[in-house]
């Protein structure tokens, strides 16, 4: 009740700059935050985007942690995502915490991670609003990264779970010159940006299934389970509902998902059982 408010109170007043790099900041409408728009310069972004880039649903780079990413960049080696690729062993191996196993290491998990797959490329970049989920049906239902840049807002609102707010934020990401010029550098590394059709391709032997997979797997990870379910025509769910066809557990599974399964009657198979169904 604003009434019982004491008149003394001074209004709230909120923070006008960037206390990064200065840069004003802004306020989208209906959000309750203010951000910094300054996404290419701003310290802790540029950093943060990185991050972002190299994380285990992303790109998963191994080595390429919060403190590497840090640490190149305070040494000019990394100023966005594709100077990455850029990277040399002689360049690492001379940095603090950097020795030459490490290094080599390092180069080889960026290596590696020219093949992951256009949805979690797509993912990895960081368009606002775009989380895993939605990058994975762009993917499918654009097929490739220029049918996506060149997509008007109500073309990329055909596609599913996209509505105004993420057409919106797409546009403007490829309308940035900055993140195009960064998308044509990767391109020019080796990375994918078109889908691999024969990956993609759906069976309908889980078609109607609603599967709950629960702890560690020895075939998949928790991502690649997902798309597996999916790509057999199932539904990949976080939790169990009477709604669920099949608990697939594997080792240390969680102990409440199991415990909801059989008092719901839901079958719980294991990953032998689950590669025979889709065998």
């Known amino acids: 009740d604003m009434k019982k408010r004491p008149r003394s109170l ?34 802790p972004q540029v950093i943060g985007r990185i991050i972002h880039f190299t994380s285990r649903k992303a790109m998963d780079i191994e080595g390429l942690g919060s403190e590497t990413v840090e640490l190149l960049y305070s040494n000019n080696l990394l100023l966005d995502v594709s100077d990455i690729y850029k990277l040399r062993k002689e360049q690492l191996v001379p940095l603090d915490r950097m020795a030459e196993k490490s290094a080599a290491n390092l180069i080889r998990g960026i290596e590696e991670s020219k093949e992951v797959p256009f949805e979690r490329v797509l993912f990895a970049l960081g368009i ?116 669920t066809s099949y608990v697939l557990a594997g080792a240390d599974p969680g102990e409440s998902k199991i415990r909801k399964a059989e008092s719901l009657g839901i079958p719980v198979i294991s990953e032998k059982q689950f590669l025979k169904m889709i065998a």
């Open 10 to 43: 001074r209004k709230t007043t909120y923070i006008r700059v960037c206390p990064e790099c200065g840069h004003k900041l802004v306020r989208m409408e209906g959000e309750a935050q203010h951000y910094c728009p300054n996404e290419a310069e701003c310290p």
């Open 128 to 243: 606002r609003y775009v989380g895993d989920t939605v990058a994975r049906k762009l993917a499918r239902h654009f097929k490739e990264i220029e049918a996506l840049r060149t997509s008007s807002p109500e073309v990329l609102e055909q596609a599913p779970e996209v509505g105004k707010k993420i057409a919106g934020s797409i546009r403007a990401f490829f309308d940035d010159p900055g993140n195009n010029r960064v998308i044509g550098e990767l391109q020019k590394a080796g990375l994918k940006f078109t889908v691999d059709e024969d990956r993609l391709r759906s069976g309908d032997k889980l078609r109607g299934m609603t599967i709950v997979a629960t702890g560690t797997l020895e075939g998949f990870k928790r991502d690649e389970i997902k798309e597996e379910i999916e790509r057999n025509g199932g539904k990949a769910a976080g939790s169990v509902s009477a709604r």
